[in-house]
């Protein structure tokens, strides 16, 4: 992760592809472009980002912190909903389902006991 700031209104932010999906980066950077201008481009291993900041917005410095904070959050997000993918389509299969095998009880009593032991 590298930040360089050009000038007092265009800040540059390169992100290594192994660390940040693209879609990571445009969830994390749309809810920058209601104040700033955001430019991303993607390269064969990194992800270039061009933010250009409006006269007396906020400080490069406070800004890069929210990016950071903002960037981890997002991936983090990412992680979650890749890892518990499975889950959440059991229980939409689980909530559509009718007259499903899941909700019939198993023949006999809980106190049954195998005749042959």
Request: negative net charge; aromatic residues 10%.
């Given at each position: 992760?590298?930040f ?40 064969l ?66 106190a ?6």
């Amino acid at each position: 992760m590298e930040f360089v700031c050009v000038n007092p209104s265009l800040l540059k932010i390169s992100l290594s592809k192994e660390v940040y999906t693209i879609d990571v980066v445009y969830k994390c950077f749309y809810w920058y472009s209601g104040k700033y201008s955001v430019t991303i481009n993607e390269g064969l291993s990194t992800i270039e980002i061009d933010l250009e900041l409006g006269e007396g917005i906020q400080k490069v410095d406070g800004l890069i912190k929210r990016l950071k904070i903002d960037l981890i959050d997002f991936k983090t997000r990412d992680i979650v909903s890749k890892e518990t993918v499975n889950i959440r389509e059991l229980l939409v299969a689980k909530a559509f389902a009718h007259g499903d095998e899941f909700d019939e009880s198993p023949p006999g009593e809980i106190a049954d006991t195998p005749t042959n032991c």
